[in-house]
């Protein structure tokens, strides 16, 4: 439980230097994106695996390893929206919710009993619907948080429906023993579409999407990023731990229906993501269909399976965050969010320009960028059932998101209409795209990382 | 010899071209690189040859380094003649394509970091023994490709570069798919993707046929096989000099040594199964590139139609399965992809003096660039199969190679497909008559300069490998022959 402790510290220290005199909002979140640093670094020297609270709370090797991906992937955000954060007038306050909300995803991670699983999802979701809300100035904000709240509380109920169904068939709460009591029943068929459904809307796969790209526009950019990635991972953490572990018996009847879902996430995903010029809907829509490849990932049911999606979650974190930090500076400090205007990047700031376009390479899934290797390791893992037309149908939607990463990437490097000013990053934010452009090289032709990843499961 | 030199040497040269100070030191860092890549090239042809007299047989200077031990891949290198005549070509058409790119100005070091990481991404193909590795250079070839079309293109660049990528990244979908279910195809569950192993191993026939049509389909897609030959023209012809050479004197030859490594060497009933509709589509590639050539009056739309003519005879080559056809695709291969390079850049040249790539605004253009007209004219002979030139034994190994088959269908093909030559002369000697022959049609024309330098040692690279292959073909026949026989052999061992 050691990451559990080390972020409820942090989030502790926030909360009394708030009560008390405070301190300066940049030495605050300097201090913040150190701790986090630490608390990642410690989290990955390993933690206990003893059962806590009579089975409520596991932690495995792998658990333990996914928080550090969600710890490091909150680090990287304190890191690269440090523009937004030193000028919010709520810095103190967004930092708590944030880190409330990274304490339930932690503890969800690591849940063995279906109460312990909503209990941290409520508090995962909750505080990110207050964050939403941050720009308090803008209309849009609010409306974002309003469709968060609301989608995420009847997502919730959704969730609570199918627990009741589970403890109804099986008479337990308890992972464990669910396991064993899953047959297949048509009420427990049911009963996990509706845990499925309350985990599709989390993770914004289609038919539950409709939420996310109006979302994503209203928040704050950080919170943006720390919905599309952090949240998201986490959702597809425990969902992949759902699927292998608890209803595995009933993998044939899941089976189909995920297939469902992958195709109609990717398509819509994709087709919505042609025509947006809203940078911050863009990258809503091509998280959407990158979602479409993690559940594809989850199909095949054996051992590689939780690996591919974890080695993914770490490589959508470093592609999209890089993505994220650029649009979050040059709409900062240029109000510029809308995809034309992007024309020509290159030319006032190549380094900008060029971490754009690697970040959209690897969300492509290019060589030699990381993405690549994620994308195929999911797709390799789906092909295992034998559906081969199902994985081909996939597979075609790398080719259409092709077309969409590549138009920016051409707009990018064109010569500009209007000249956009040279943006100078700041220390942190350089650091932090710096971090996210070796992941993305590096993390795929080497493999260690996902060997490491492999040795965990 | 150490084949991951092939790999380190342009690994280094695009760290050396990204990395300089100055802009214009780019091109300086992407010649130097590309020189060392010739002479490694040459190098490894040295050893091999050696290695071959020795005795040695198989696929020679292996290298293995566990890649991903969970999916089975690793990186896997290994070259056979086949893959060294491949490497020179693509040596040589680098060399060659930096140079005529010499005066390239705008974003340089991006211009020439992309044409080495296209040229590293080919050499890790043709020598990459593991299916998941040789897909993964395949693809990091794709991207150059669209971003050399749409940054440095003219013309209906944006339409050509999207075109280019979607067909080809479709395509690669084939390709992916194919070999993921090759890989579960292992009998007993040993899941590999390392080629040396598939080849070993009793597919049944009816998933051999299944398997065969997604990777062939998909690496003809990169080669023009018709009717998936649509990106060849408007790509060709959108692309910057370097990168139409590039495209048809390397990107297509990916396609051509895929079928053949990895469809028709691994899947050998796949190839019987659909060798004929390979010779069907091929031969109609042939005849439908050369006609439609005919109409052509912009100089790249004629040579990159031409080429889809072409490499049609590298698929008609591959679909007879004989050893005489199969060597004579290799052939083809490298003297289609050295003659068609040197084509292009000699359009380029013209290009840059004229301003213009209408044949009927030009005319008598040797009076003030004889030296480009002659090379004009070397191309063009050699695309029309003049012996002596590289062209002639290639296409002349295909026809003997399809006669041999000995069936009324197959020579009938092969006629059909010889037949295209007369076409082919008729367009080349028309299209150099009309621009180079005669008097000067444009009175400013006759103070255009010759070839510079640059271009002068960029075309000779390119015409010494062209008559070393036309007037010595004995050591290219020694050096594929026995590779391209240990193919066809598994073709007929059925």
Known sequence: MKTEWMVMAILLAVLLFRLGRGLAQSTLLSLVQLLLLLSTALSLTGDSTTPLFGGMYLNGPLAAFQKSVLLFAAWMISLLFSDWQRESSHLSEYLILLLSSLLGMCFMVSSGNLLMLYLSLELATIPMAAAANLDLGRKRSSEGAMKLILSSAFSSGVLLFGISWVYGTTGSLDFGVIAKGIDGSPLQTLAFMFLFAAFAFKMSAVPFHLWTADVYQGSPMPVTAYLSVVSKGSMAFVLVNLLHGMFRSMSGAWYHLLMVVVLATLVVGNLFALRQQDIKRFLAFSSIAQVGFILLGMTGVRPLGPSAVTYFVLIYILSNLAAFGVAALVSARTGIEDIPSYKGLAKSNPFLAWMMALSLFSLAGIPPTAGFFAKMFLIVEGAWQGDYWFVVAAAINIAVSLYYYMRIVRLLFSEPEKSIPTLVPAPSERLGLLVCAVGMVLAGLLSWIYDHISTLN | ?494
Not at chain 2, 181 to 192: D, E, I, K, T, V
Not at chain 2, 244 to 273: D, E, H, T
Not at chain 2, 332 to 358: D, E, K, P
Request: neutral net charge.
């Open chain 2, 1 to 494: 010899m150490n084949l991951t030199a092939i790999l380190a040497i342009p690994t280094l040269t695009l760290l050396a071209v990204l990395l300089v100070p100055r802009a214009r030191q780019a091109r300086w860092a992407a010649l130097a690189g590309a020189v060392a890549q010739l002479a490694a090239s040459l190098w490894l042809l040295v050893h091999f040859r050696e290695a071959r007299s020795s005795g040695d047989s198989g696929f020679l200077f292996q290298w293995q380094h566990a890649w991903y031990a969970d999916w089975n891949i690793q990186f896997h290198l290994g070259v056979d003649g086949i893959s060294v005549a491949m490497i020179l070509l693509t040596a040589l058409v680098v060399v060659a394509g930096v140079l005529v790119s010499w005066e390239e100005e705008r974003m340089s070091k991006t211009f020439f970091g992309l044409l080495t990481l296209l040229g590293l991404g080919a050499y890790g193909f043709f020598c990459s023994l593991d299916l998941f590795a040789m897909f993964f250079f395949l693809e990091v070839a794709v991207v150059p490709k669209f971003l050399l079309i749409a940054l440095w293109g003219s013309g209906r660049k944006e339409y050509s570069a999207n075109k280019l990528a979607i067909m080809l990244m479709g395509a690669s979908v084939a390709i992916l798919m194919g070999i993921i279910a090759l890989m579960y195809s292992a009998p007993g569950g040993q899941w590999s993707f390392d080629m040396l192993h598939i080849a070993g191993w009793e597919i049944p026939a009816d998933t051999q046929t299944t398997i065969f049509a997604l990777i062939f389909i998909g690496f003809g897609v990169f080669t023009a096989l018709f009717p998936f030959h649509t990106w060849v023209p408007d790509g060709h012809s959108s692309a910057p000099t370097a990168g139409s050479m590039f495209l048809a004197g390397i990107s297509m030859k990916l396609g051509g040594y895929g079928c053949l490594r990895a469809a028709v060497w691994l899947l050998p009933k796949g190839a019987v199964a659909y060798g004929d509709t390979i010779v069907v589509l091929s031969v109609v590639a042939i005849l439908y590139g050369a006609f439609v050539t005919l109409m052509q009056t912009d100089l790249k739309y004629i040579n990159a139609y031409s080429s889809v003519s072409h490499c049609g005879f590298v698929l008609l080559g591959i679909g007879m399965l004989t050893k005489a056809a199969v060597a004579g695709a290799v052939l083809q291969m490298v003297s289609h992809g050295l003659m068609t390079a040197l084509f292009f850049a000699v359009i380029g040249m013209v290009y840059a003096r004229t301003h213009t790539r209408q044949v009927s605004e030009m005319g008598g253009l040797m009076r003030a660039m004889p030296f480009i007209a002659v090379l004009m004219f070397l191309a063009g002979l050699s695309s029309l199969g003049l012996p002596g030139l590289s062209g002639f034994v290639a296409e002349m190994s295909i026809f003997v190679g399809g006669w041999e088959r000995g069936t009324n269908f197959h020579q009938a093909a092969t006629m059909l497909a010889a037949m295209s030559i007369v076409v082919t002369a008729v367009y080349v000697l028309r299209a150099i008559g009309a621009t180079m022959m005669g008097p000067l049609r444009q009175e400013a024309h006759s103070s255009l300069t010759d070839a510079a330098w640059y271009e002068r040692v960029a075309a000779l690279v390119l015409t010494a490998g062209m008559l070393a292959m036309g007037l010595a073909p004995e050591w290219l026949n020694e050096l594929v022959g026995p590779d391209a026989a240990a193919i066809a052999d598994r073709l007929a061992a059925p």
